[in-house]
């Protein structure tokens, strides 16, 4: 953190945790609530893990992800504008799947959400692994949360047809 400061690059770190923040408040307007009928009523696959995981897994997975930013805006002019708006994609659509999934009660929704944001995850850590092992690191979690979540937003997606 020192190095932060001394160099001047707290106000930009300070920044990216801001957009994550507001990226996690957007989407818990729309969080759930364990009276809601819908989704007590919903499939869960027996590999969903109690309520309280999500919380403390994203609440790691913000911080690493406004890392991940600051990191990229840091990285050369050309690099940046590719990482940047990449970062961009995955924060907005990762904001998104609250209200698509329980905001609209619709697990196609979220399952498509999900699907797009990994999409958005696979390609970002393809083009940041060439210019910083740190952001690299920082994302993999997420990936591999965000597969995690796919993969319950498919099965609950596939329920009904089962």
């Known amino acids: 953190m ?3 400061m001394r160099s001047g690059k707290l106000p930009v770190y300070a920044f990216f945790f ?3 923040a507001f990226a996690a408040f ?3 307007i ?9 989704y007590q009523n919903l499939y869960k696959p027996d590999i969903v893990p109690p309520s309280y995981v999500f919380s403390v897994v994203w609440s790691i997975l913000y911080v690493l992800i406004a890392i991940v930013g600051a990191r990229i805006y840091f990285i050369s002019k050309k690099d940046h504008k ?3 708006t990449l970062w961009l994609a995955q924060l907005a659509v ?4 609250s209200p698509l999934f ?3 009660q619709s697990p196609i929704l979220g399952f498509m959400d999900t699907l797009v944001l990994f999409i958005l995850l696979i390609l970002l850590v393809i083009h940041i692994q060439r210019f910083d092992r740190i952001a690299f690191y920082c994302l993999l979690p997420y ?8 993969t319950i937003a498919f099965l609950i997606m596939i329920h009904p047809f089962l």
């Open 2 to 4: 020192e190095i932060c």
């Open 18 to 20: 801001m957009l994550s």
């Open 26 to 28: 957007f989407g818990s």
């Open 30 to 38: 729309f969080g759930v609530d364990s009276n809601n009928e819908w």
């Open 82 to 84: 590719k990482g940047m």
């Open 94 to 97: 990762n904001a998104l799947f």
């Open 102 to 104: 329980f905001g609209f």
């Open 143 to 150: 990936v591999a949360w965000v597969g995690f979540a796919m």
